[in-house]
């Protein structure tokens, strides 16, 4: 008999304080080629999944933004041209190799000055209450150990009546198109992760860890359980990626 608590890593189930640093070697072992497989896996249409996440954060000039597993820094350059030199945004990632490449190709753009990285755990968030006007994770909420908790940290850190944007992958809301989405991703994804960053195997944890995420249901109540307040959810692409929305009051 034993009181470990478990949770999921992939199809796995591993003890809570193993899954970190087991999601943390994935995103070492990815980094230098993410952007890439980006690409690839989507056909350039996380492109535009990112688009409409600018577009529904609302964000103004002399605003300040948290893009949390803001990885390579994709939404983290478009918020920093919008809020400009009067803004700013913080690009946090839990990830040490995810936020280096993300900080060197953003200082490649040159865009330096109102962008901050920070090395972060979602769930612990290192800010004071009412900082942000708008957060943002993309495709980094599935790999957190508690989301429950990562939830409330983001309420916490949110400015009174400030917009919690998660854009993560999830449903799709056809059987035919499930099925679809299965072959791709057991089979066709783990493939492309060999030949193009030699690493199957820390593509096949990303697709496990997609079917592991809540459906678009189950995240609303979350954030409302949360604290949140009109939240709502966005099918993108067949349901295949939703965008959720959520208020702090």
Excluded at 82 to 106: F, H, K, T, W
Excluded at 200 to 224: C, F, G, N, W
Aim: glycine share 8%; charged share 25%; proline share 4%.
């Amino acid at each position: 008999m034993t009181d470990r608590k478990t949770t999921h890593f992939g199809y796995q189930e591993v003890p809570v304080e193993e899954k970190a640093g087991r999601v943390a070697e994935v995103f070492h072992s990815v980094a230098a080629r993410y952007d890439v497989m980006n690409d690839l896996m989507s056909g350039g249409i996380h492109r535009l999944w990112k688009r409409f996440t600018i577009e529904l954060s609302g964000a103004r000039p002399g605003q300040t933004i948290l893009d949390i597993a803001g990885g390579t820094g994709d939404l983290t350059a478009r918020f920093s041209r919008i809020v400009g030199p009067e803004g700013q945004v913080v690009l946090a990632d839990i990830n040490e190799s995810m936020l280096r490449v993300g900080r060197d190709r953003l200082l490649d753009r040159g865009i330096a000055g109102n962008v901050v990285p920070v090395q972060a755990d979602a769930q612990y968030l290192p800010f004071p209450d009412n900082t942000f006007d708008c957060i943002t994770i993309a495709f980094g909420l599935r790999n957190v150990t508690d989301k429950d908790l990562a939830l409330r940290a983001m309420l916490r850190v949110l400015k009174p009546g400030g917009r919690l944007l998660v854009l993560e992958f999830s449903k799709p809301q056809s059987k035919l198109l499930e099925k679809i989405y299965d072959q791709y991703s057991f089979r066709l994804l783990p493939l492309m992760g060999k030949l193009v960053a030699d690493d199957a195997d820390s593509y096949r944890y990303l697709a496990e860890s997609i079917r592991m995420h809540p459906d678009q249901e189950t995240l609303k109540q979350m954030m409302v359980d949360a604290g949140f307040v009109d939240c709502e959810f966005h099918n993108m692409t067949g349901g295949v990626v939703a965008l959720h929305k959520g208020l702090k009051p």
